[in-house]
């Protein structure tokens, strides 16, 4: 069964805080999202990554950074927490097809709170 | 440039009565579109997708969407509702236009009533 885990559900950290979200696929997928989720705009996307050591900025990328280092594990680094920065963060994973409409599986989400 | 619209960002149904969630797209380019529901602390669970077959797509959980590009709508209906439908539901669009990334609507909360 496919499966995307996110280190964390819920995370609090304080003002100024260098923030890790870990993200991992176990299903050899080439690409990799970061969205945030907040209410009334739906998913807006971060960065992603196409394959390993490859990344993309996406609608919102200022305030994040990523790294990609293998295939399996996508993470998310926000340098210096700011209050506008709290929000529900999901992760992606995606093998891509020719019609590239193929289905992303997405992990439960990382809840954060920046104080 | 690609954008998704979701007409109603709640709705309320009784246990047993018919859904509707309105989905309005714009796309340049032949578009796929998917339905994503979202349960209360659980990530989000693929519906149901339209990638250029049949514009009436079946989904899971007696969920289906009709694709009219004259109208460019993709609106989710069921046609009696359950408790356990009760979620946030998301439209996506997709499109080779748009470096094939996708593109969220605002979400549509929906309540079943007992």
């Known amino acids: 069964d496919v499966k995307v885990t996110q280190s964390s559900r819920y995370l609090v950290k304080r003002t100024g805080e260098k923030v890790f979200l870990e993200c991992v696929q176990d299903?050899?997928?080439?690409?990799m999202f970061w969205y945030r989720q907040d209410p009334g705009l739906g998913l807006r996307l971060i960065y992603f990554s196409y394959d390993v050591k490859m990344k993309e900025k996406g609608d919102i990328p200022e305030g994040y950074s990523v790294s990609r280092e293998k295939k399996e594990r996508f993470s998310l680094i926000l340098e210096s927490a700011s209050t506008n920065q709290t929000s529900m963060y999901l992760c992606?994973?995606?093998?891509?097809?020719?019609?590239?409409?193929?289905?992303?599986?997405f992990g439960p989400g990382t809840r954060l709170t920046v104080l | 440039a690609q954008s998704v619209t979701q007409l109603d960002s709640h709705v309320s149904v009784s246990e047993g009565t018919p859904v509707l969630l309105r989905c309005n797209y714009s796309?340049?380019?032949?578009?796929?579109l998917f339905w994503y529901v979202q349960h209360p602390n659980k990530g989000l669970q693929l519906l149901l997708k339209y990638t250029s077959a049949a514009t009436l797509v079946k989904g899971i959980n007696g969920f289906e969407a009709e694709f009219k590009k004259s109208e460019t709508s993709f609106h989710l209906t069921k046609p009696s509702a359950h408790m356990s439908d009760a979620a946030e539901y998301f439209c996506v669009v997709i499109s080779k236009a748009a470096g094939n990334k996708l593109t969220f609507g605002g979400g549509t909360r929906v309540l079943v009533k007992p």
């Open positions: 992606a994973s995606r093998q891509p097809g020719l019609a590239g409409a193929n289905e992303q599986f």
């Open positions: 796309s340049s380019y032949s578009p796929s």
């Open positions: 299903m050899d997928h080439e690409n």
